[in-house]
């Protein structure tokens, strides 16, 4: 029956039942040394691809199995440490673990890595981190402070049994250093919320990685702001069709400006809004208690981290009003064009009409010349035909009657052509 149901499965049944358990914590059990980093890769695009070939080449140093090529995470005892390896869409995360007893920051798990790899990572660390996971709490062993080299420490009661410490500062080795407290946690709590501080420190590095695109973009919007309020003074200004038309290629190419920063940074921004969106539900997750003396961690991310996000959503709302500015501008030079060239449309037809009039009353000056010349040749072929009826003796007097039928026919030549003008008006 097994077999027969698993027959019946959507193809994506088992892959998103999977996903609720993709990325599983360690196990840890106190005294654990830890070491952390997250690695960027190339770019959005092949971003998986370099982080797999990284993993792929420190598993074969150390001549174990490499996970699939379409893997989001692996665990795996190297004997000497664990390592956890997660892979996220701009990054990956290697959490190196040992269990041992330490007092301090000296001979952590990521020395056992080999320095060819670490070589490797050139310029694409963006988060190194230390833990030590220690049994019992802070009074039972010596005063934490000691251990960071930063002033400012943010330290909290968590998850009803751990405590956390940490100043949130690179050290002098490259690392930021995170000290957790095992009180009274249960079996695999310790694993959770190691987990969590390392995700609050990474999430918090990439969320931050958006701030310099930000900073950047300040001057380029002030510069677009500058030449747009120039070119809305000139537009109330301009009178002629020569200075309109060079005012809408400088607004059409303050547009291109605009939407190219936008492009540019429209991603990290949004990048950054949900990093930073998952801090703050890491946080709450800690569910933490005040350490009298010391801000908590949510204080402590608040008064630091905040600022730099309402900055990049700051920047972000910016662009995209300055762009909707400059659409508005944009439309109003061209409905003004617009109205130019109806008018210069309306002069044009008008001065058609006065052509068309004066045609008409040329026409009808010449309309007495085309009723003679019309009637003489029609004059002309009734001659023939009454001079043929005079030599069959039909006619006596063939002139006579030429000139008899010279006004018949030139009333009847006038009474055609006023009727045919009469049908053309009327149609």
């Known amino acids: 029956m097994a077999f027969v149901f698993s027959s019946l499965n959507h193809p994506q049944r088992v892959a998103l039942a999977a996903e609720l358990h993709s990325r599983p914590f360690l196990k840890l059990r106190a005294p654990e040394r ?3 980093i997250a690695v960027f890769g190339h770019g959005r695009g092949n971003n998986a691809e370099a982080q797999h070939e990284l993993l792929t080449n420190l598993c074969a140093h150390f001549g174990a199995a490499a996970p699939a090529r379409d893997a989001s995470h692996f665990q795996h005892d190297f004997g000497r440490f664990r390592l956890k390896w997660e892979l996220h869409s701009e990054f990956a995360t290697y959490t190196f ?30 988060v ?4 030590l996971l220690r049994k019992g709490g802070a009074t039972e062993h010596a005063p934490v402070h000691e251990l960071f080299e930063g002033v400012s420490l943010a330290a909290s009661r968590v998850m009803q049994g751990g405590e956390v410490c940490s100043d949130f500062a690179i050290g002098a080795d490259g690392f930021s250093r995170f000290v957790v407290n095992d009180v009274a946690m ?3 709590q310790a694993g959770r919320l190691v987990q969590r501080v390392l995700e609050i420190e990474t999430y918090r590095m990439v969320a931050l ?5 930000a900073q950047r973009a300040v001057p380029e919007l002030n510069a677009v702001e500058k030449e747009l309020a120039q070119a809305t003074e000139a537009l109330l200004s301009s009178s002629d069709d020569t200075s309109e038309q060079a005012l809408l290629e400088r607004i059409t190419h303050l547009a291109a400006r605009i939407e190219k920063l936008s492009l540019d940074n429209s991603y990290r921004f949004a990048a950054s809004k949900a990093y930073f969106r998952l801090v703050n539900a890491r946080i709450d997750e800690l569910r933490e208690e005040r350490i009298e003396g010391v801000p908590t961690v949510a204080e402590f991310m608040e008064r630091r981290l905040a600022p730099a996000m309402s900055t990049c959503e700051a920047v972000a709302a910016r662009q995209e009003a300055l762009a909707r500015r400059i659409a508005n501008s944009n439309d109003l030079l061209r409905t003004r064009v617009g109205i130019v060239q109806e008018a210069q449309n309306r002069q044009i037809l008008q001065s058609l009409n006065a052509r068309a009039a004066q045609q008409l009353r040329l026409q009808q000056a010449v309309e007495g010349l085309s009723v003679a010349a019309i009637s003489y040749y029609v004059v002309g072929l009734l001659g023939y035909s009454i ?12 002139d006579a009657l030429i000139g008899a039928a010279v006004p018949l026919v ?17 149609g």
């Open 34 to 36: 830890l070491s952390h």
């Open 209 to 213: 990685y958006g701030l310099p695109a």
């Open 387 to 398: 001079k043929g009826a005079k030599v069959l003796g039909w006619v006596p007097n063939a």
């Open 97 to 126: 673990a040992e269990r041992a007893e330490a007092e301090d920051f000296t001979r952590m798990p990521i020395e056992h890595v080999p320095q060819q790899w670490l070589l490797a990572l050139q310029g694409r660390v963006l």
């Open 128 to 131: 190194a981190a230390h833990v």
């Open 186 to 188: 249960r079996e695999q």
């Open 410 to 426: 030139a009333a009847a030549v006038w009474l055609t052509l006023r009727n045919m003008h009469k049908r053309l008006h009327h």
